[in-house]
């Protein structure tokens, strides 16, 4: 079996899911990218901002958002530990994000291969090319041991 090295914006989001984990966060990472060129990058807070709308993904968004003065993220590629929710999905969407990569699937809460799938919608405003599976090992591995932690 060939192992294919991780791809650096996988491994930035995966060292954003360990800064969660360090501060008692759901440990997930994201990374937005353009032109090979990271732009954003962030981890779950909902506990540290007391906002349930802090996922990595939606902070990452809006940080890339606002370092590029744009409402579209055209052309962009977001990274992430795991896969997006449905909250994160629409959000997704409506940034017209370019390309989705997750590493973990989520049976349980993803909206993208599990539950809603959100890009096989017909209402669905834009669908991102979708890529799952690099750094899967390790980003599960990062949520098991959190989880196991508090239990």
């Not at 909206?111 to 980003?139: D, K, T």
């Amino acid at each position: 079996m060939t192992r294919w090295p991780l791809p650096e914006s996988m491994a930035l989001a995966l060292a954003q899911a360990r800064e969660a984990a360090a501060a008692d966060e759901v440990p997930v990472g994201a990374v937005i990218v353009r032109d090979g060129e990271v732009i954003a990058r962030a981890h779950n807070m909902p506990r540290g901002l007391g906002d349930p709308t802090a996922h990595a993904e939606i902070l990452a968004i809006r940080r890339a958002a606002q370092e590029l003065d744009e409402e579209k993220l055209e052309n962009c590629e977001l990274w992430v530990t795991l896969e997006p929710c449905a909250m994160c999905a629409g959000a997704i969407s409506h940034a017209r994000i370019a390309r989705l990569y997750y590493a973990a699937p989520d049976p349980k809460g993803g909206a993208v291969e599990h539950g809603a799938r959100v890009f096989e919608q017909e209402q669905c405003l834009h669908r991102p090319e979708i890529y799952s599976g690099m750094g899967e090992a390790q980003a599960a591995e990062l949520l098991r041991a959190f989880f196991r932690e508090r239990r």
